[in-house]
Every structure is written in C-alpha cells, then in structure tokens.
C-alpha cells in the first residue's frame, strides 16, 4: 500500500483509511465476491435493481442490525457506474459510517463487514471485535425500501442519520457522535435520473482533528478547548485564529482516486482502530 508522506499522520482517520484498503486486499473485491457467488443483482429496492452481497451470514447480520426480518441481502454502492463494481463498497445510504462505505468517515469494522469474509469460508472470523454502529441499526424495513423524498418527516423519523436541510445554520451532532457539523451536505442516489434521484440531507462537518502538525480544518479558536457539543480533542482555527471559520486545504485521502472512489472528507477523533476480526 502506498502512500504520500506529506499526507501521513498519526490519527485514527489514517489508520481506518488504511484499514479500508487492506480489507479490500483481502477479499472485499468484486471478483472475491463473484468467485464465492456472494453477489444477487436480481432484488428490486427503491424501484431499481440493486446488486447485493448475499452469503448467508452477511443476511443474517444485515437483519440484525437493520432489524428487517425480509432483508434479502446488503446492498452495494451503483452511483459511479463501473468503478463502483470494480471497487465495491457499501451503500452510502444504507451504512455511511461504515468501514467499507465509500466515504471516509468513522470507519466502523461492524459485524457487515466482517460477515462478508466469513461467506468466503478461507477466513475465521473473531465476532467479539465488531464495531457497533448506530447508523441504521434498528431502523426497520422502511428505512431500506422506502427513498428519503417518499419518507414523511425524515429527519424526525432518522434523527441520528438525517437532519433538516431548511435549517443550514445550526450546529449538530454528526451521526457518528464525533463531530459537530451544519446540514449542508446529502447523500444523492440515482443522481443521474430526474425522475428517480433522490436526495438524503445529512450533516457535513469541516472540522478536522489537528495532530503531527498537520492541518486539515479547525473547529476552535486558539483560547478555546471545548465546543458545545462533544468534542474529544481541543483543535486550533486553521485561519489563525480570527473568530470565524476559514476555508483550507481539505483532508482528502493520501492514496489514488482509483483505489478508494470519491470521498466526503470527514476524518474521525478517537482512538486508532483495535481489530483482530479476521485471523
């Protein structure tokens, strides 16, 4: 695995950016997942045919945490056309925090990864070290078939995942629980069609850890510790220090576009990823 120097630091963003790349090395690959015919392209979801992955224990563990007895299957990420079959990743709406998302986020290794291994029968698997994830655990069947526009009171129904895109302004928790951020940004699926396009608001944050030297984005002025929110490391203002925030370069992933796909970069705090799931 290669990657650029000047982007190296020492932070949990780095080790699951890392952890991303080597899980697909390992077999989170199109043509692993073809070998073990572990893929159904066949289930309609939303109004469209979706690919899946649907081995018998990435089923059981995805009705488990969706909490949808019907659920046939996790679904893959289809938005960037071919690149997304070579390169395959979760559902951005279905498991955004997710280790194997297409975003760069929080990274959790949850049991749905680590399900996709264990259906390729060459690994064992260690399920005391998944990583919970509270994005869309327990939010039922709607929650997958139904899109976001035909949801009533979507960010009340999902307040841990969505949020209200009339109000840009106000601070709130990222779902992940690790930053703080405004409601700006969506999950777009089925962005190339007018009829079928529907849109996720959720919450972006332009708040970045600060270690190493390293300077993504900032989250407080220099005389300030703690945000309202929770916070679990002080930051610095990125701009100096002036009491509002400032545009500087972005946090995007220190490795090729081909192997990772377009990210929202959004780096997590907290400690580095502890696993020994797959032995």
Not at 73 to 78: C, K, R
Not at 80 to 106: C, F, N, Q, Y
Not at 138 to 149: M, Y
Request: charge should be negative.
């Amino acid at each position: 695995m290669n990657f650029d120097p000047k982007y190296m630091t020492d932070t949990a963003w780095s080790v699951r950016v890392a952890a991303h790349e080597i899980a697909h090395a390992l077999g989170f690959s199109q043509a692993s997942m073809e070998e073990k015919d572990l893929l159904d392209t066949e289930k309609s979801m939303r109004g469209k045919r979706r690919r899946m992955v649907a081995g018998n224990h990435v089923k059981a563990k995805a009705k488990a945490h969706f909490g949808c007895k019907s659920l046939e299957g996790m679904e893959l990420e289809d938005e960037d056309g071919a690149l997304s079959r070579d390169i395959p990743h979760w559902k951005e709406r279905h498991a955004r925090d997710e280790l194997m998302a297409p975003t760069v986020g929080a990274g959790y290794y949850t049991a749905l990864t680590m399900a996709v291994f264990a259906d390729m029968e060459y690994y064992r698997v260690n399920w005391s070290m998944a990583e919970p994830m509270s994005w869309g655990h327990s939010s039922g069947c709607d929650f997958l078939g139904k899109k976001c526009n035909e949801t009533k009171d979507l960010a009340t129904k999902y307040p841990h995942m969505f949020c209200n895109d009339s109000d840009k302004e106000t601070l709130r928790c990222t779902s992940d629980r690790r930053h703080v951020g405004t409601c700006t940004a969506s999950i777009i699926e089925d962005k190339g069609s007018y009829t079928d396009k529907d849109v996720c608001p959720v919450v972006y944050s332009d708040f970045y850890e600060i270690l190493s030297g390293t300077t993504y984005r900032a989250c407080s002025e220099k005389t300030v510790t703690s945000l309202p929110l929770p916070w679990y490391r002080p930051c610095v203002w990125a701009s100096g220090g002036s009491g509002e925030l400032r545009g500087t370069e972005r946090g995007w992933l220190p490795t090729t576009p081909r192997a990772l796909g377009s990210f929202t970069p959004v780096a997590p705090l907290g400690s580095p990823l502890q696993h020994q799931a797959v032995d």
